[in-house]
């Protein structure tokens, strides 16, 4: 391999928006699913109990979809497969179409120990830089998410966000 070549395109690829996020991407994955392997949960899913752990009264697979950015038909396969582990239930809705989703106890200790563990995941990966460009680097995704959410694929809904400086 000819290493002025080598030079040249990785100077070339990590100055690429989408290597650099997918990259990202593969880093926080890659923590996740080694912290998260005995409890045998995908980020899919946790995203869901995480969702279900804030509406304790249950909420439908459309508004979980919406929540979490997922289309319907994959937040039903991740529901699904929450509810054959008994981390999920579920109760008819108010009409005969729909159903609400709750977590189960089991749902709620699962979703504890995964908090705890993307807590501690999103500390390391982010603890190579000072804590200013920490909050400054979670305010610029944030900020380009925002200015591309009326173009998204899937719409992103947000709480308004507070500055922590």
Not at 110 to 116: H, V, Y
């Amino acid at each position: 391999m000819n290493a002025r070549s080598e030079r040249r395109y990785l100077a070339y690829r990590d100055s690429r928006l989408g290597f650099l996020f997918r990259r990202c991407h593969q880093l926080a994955s890659g923590a996740f699913s080694a912290a998260a392997r005995t409890l045998d949960v995908t980020p899919a899913q946790f995203g869901v109990l995480a969702c279900l752990h804030h509406f304790p009264d249950g909420l439908d697979q459309v508004s979980i979809a919406r929540l979490i950015v997922l289309d319907k038909a994959t937040t039903g396969i991740v529901i699904r497969s929450l509810l054959r582990r008994g981390l999920v239930s579920k109760r008819r809705g108010s009409d005969l179409r729909t159903f609400q989703a709750r977590l189960t106890a089991q749902g709620r200790a699962a979703f504890r120990r995964l908090d705890r563990i993307t807590a501690t995941i999103a500390r390391e990966l982010l603890a190579p830089l000072p804590r200013r460009d920490r909050v400054l680097l979670v305010d610029l995704l944030v900020a380009l998410i925002d200015a591309h959410a009326a173009h998204a694929a899937v719409p992103v809904s947000r709480a308004p966000r507070s500055r922590r400086r």
